[in-house]
Every structure is written in structure tokens, then in C-alpha cells.
């Protein structure tokens, strides 16, 4: 186990363009995966996993090795070293790294680990919103599952196979696989591997796509022949499961605000075989108001923090901000209530968010049903999932139901 010159250069710049250049960690770790054809499975796997890990603990890191923002290369060099000494690294003789205190980052690691917002490496105002909402005893649980790196799953695509027929087809590339108690279409993998790279994945045979998201397109209740409308689908993976479980049959209209998004959701639905879809750009009112009361189905996947898939998205710990969580629940409020006119007397309709605090979710859902319009909805039952508890993606849903 040693480190090797260039897969940490590589790791340096990345976290620099991260830290410093407000890029996207998933973005930096997508283009330093391609920087060199020489580099096996496990140099990228290597260089993904370390960029990630110094971008989770960030705050954890810069604390044992006394950095402050904006970081300098030095200082990303200090914080590197750091990961390196916590994980049992042997220090190599390079310039960068003359002079790591190892035994004095192993000393500061047992002190600041006794405060929970460094410890668990999160802004303090995040870990007194999570204390407030959820109670000490819940956020301590689910910020430790948010830490812990996100498994591999995947949604079988029932159009085009079956999960058993998958499981054999993946199993012969020697990626193993298991089934998800609960979760009819969805396979965990037992290690990290590229399945994009695959022949199964070319040909439409699955998407990746968290267990909890998974949950979503079966609480809505969709059906084949039913008129379904996704209202902010994005690039579509609860999209692309509502067709499958409408087995083609019906009309589904995807909408969003970004026609970009709206373009590789057309692109994922070629390669899935999805052909009962419609798109929409949500341009004006009008687009909504045409559909007023004409869907059987609805689906609100709204705007939230995200606070649920931080596992997934590390850097959000430090993209995010209070403003922001604040602005983003009165857009729910308005997504709610102007979406909500699509459903037809009789219909349902699903509110679900990525985002484990109540004031995105149940009480959104309790103000809602005190409007004009709420007031022509029944709650139905709601579902809130933690990581702490399942090991996935934390995840709230509503179902609520037209009167007729």
C-alpha cells in the first residue's frame, strides 16, 4: 500500500478545482478519470475514492491540519496529508509532504473528534438545523449514515428484461449482485464497478438509480392506459420507471423548466425503449393550465436541499446555505400548490423530496391542505425514509388524493 506520484497530483489538482474553483465534485471526478488511458481499475478507483473522501471530511481535515479558506496548494497538500496518516499511508519522501506530524494529526483527530459538527465534518449552522428539526438522537444517527459512501444500485428495466435475467447477465462480467428486500426492481452491487461500460447497460437493460428513489413511482400508484404527468422530471429516472410500470401503455408527459434536462431524458428513454413519453418545457402558466384536472397521476418531485443524499453529494455540505433552504421551501409551497391543479377529481397525486427535514416535507404537506386548493385533497399516508435506517438515500413522499 503505497502512493504513487501522479495518482496524487491528479487528486491535488481535482480537489483544488473543487475547494477553489466552485466546480462540481462529480464533474472533476469524471474528467480526472480520463487524464490518463494508462491507469487500471484500481488507479481510478484510487483517485475517485481519495477526492471524494478529502471532500466529505473536508472541515474534519482542515481542523487537524490548521487550514483556513481560501486554500492555498500547501494547504490542500496539509489536508491531503492528513487523509493519508488517518488511513494508514506510509508517508513517501516527497517535498510536499517533508515534516507531516503524524503523531500530532492522530492526537487532533482524538480531540476534535468529541464535537459532532467536526467530527461528522458539516458547517455548524447545518448541524444546529438538523438538531432542531429531527432531535440530537435522529441527526446524530443519520449525519454518521451520510457519511458513509453511497452503494452502487440499480432499477431493472422491466421493458426490456427481468432482475433475475440481469443478476446472470452481470454475473458472466463477474459484478455480483443482490436482490433488496422490499424493492422489486432493484439490485445492489456487492462491489463498486463501471456497469456504464457494459453491453446491459447500452442496451437499455437498467439504470442507476438509488433504492429509495426506487420507492417513489410505485407509492404514486401508476398503471397502464393511465395519463400521467412527471412535473419537474429533470433528466427522468423516476420517469423512465413510471414507464415501465405503465408497461408503455398510457400517456406520460414529462415536464421541466430546463430544456437540457428534458434532452437527456430523451436520450435515456431511446436507450430504455420508453416510447410512451411526451415532453414539455415549462415556459409559461399556460403550459400548466392547459393540463388543469386532465391526469389521473401526478407527480411533484420537487426542489429541496438535498439534505437527504449527502452521501451521494459531499460537496453540498459546503455548497449549501441557510438562505438558500429558506428560498427553497417557499418554492415547494408554489410547486405545490400550482401543480396540484393537474390532478383530476379522483386522482392522486405523489410530493416527494431528497430532503430529511420536516419543514420540506410533513409540514409542507400540512400548509398545503389548508389552501384553496389543499382543501379538495385527502392525505392518504406518507413515507420517510433515513439512511440511518435502511443504509439508502434519505427521502420523504406524500400521497394525497383528489376529491371527487
Known sequence: MRLH???????????????N?????????????KKDKRWGSSDRKFV????????????????????????????IWRMFATWAVLRGYPIPDWKQLEGTPERKIKGRFDELSKIRAIKESIPDWMDELGVKELGEKVWSKEITAQNQQAKVILRVNTLKTTKEKLRATLMDLNIETEFIKDNTDALVLKERANVFLTDAFREGMFEVQDASSQLVAAFLDVKPGMRVVDTC?????????????????????????YESKLKQLKLRAKRNGAFNIEYKIID???VIKKLHEKADRVLIDAPCSGLGVLKRNPDAKWKLQPEFIENIKKIQAEVLESYSKIVKPGGKLVYATCSILPSENQEQIKHFL??????????????????SEDGYDGFYMALLERKL
Not at 474553483?21 to 478519470?33: C, G, H, I, M, S
Not at 471530511?57 to 491540519?65: G, Q
Not at 422530471?233 to 423548466?257: F, P, R, V
Open 370 to 387: 389548508t389552501t384553496d386548493i389543499g382543501k379538495s385533497f385527502t392525505f392518504v399516508k406518507d413515507s420517510k425514509l433515513l439512511a
Open 233 to 257: 422530471a429533470g433528466a427522468g429516472g423516476k420517469t423512465l420507471h413510471m414507464a415501465s410500470l405503465m408497461e408503455n401503455k398510457g400517456q406520460l408527459i414529462a415536464m421541466d423548466l
Open 48 to 75: 475517485a475514492e481519495t477526492i471524494y473522501e478529502v471532500v466529505r471530511w473536508k472541515r474534519l481535515y482542515a481542523e487537524i491540519a490548521e487550514v483556513k479558506e481560501p486554500y492555498t496548494r500547501d494547504n
Open 21 to 33: 474553483e466552485a466546480e462540481y465534485a462529480d464533474k472533476v471526478v469524471a474528467r480526472a478519470l
Open 5 to 19: 506520484r501522479n495518482l496524487v497530483y491528479t487528486t491535488i489538482d481535482s480537489l483544488n478545482a473543487i475547494f
Open 284 to 286: 409559461s402558466t399556460k
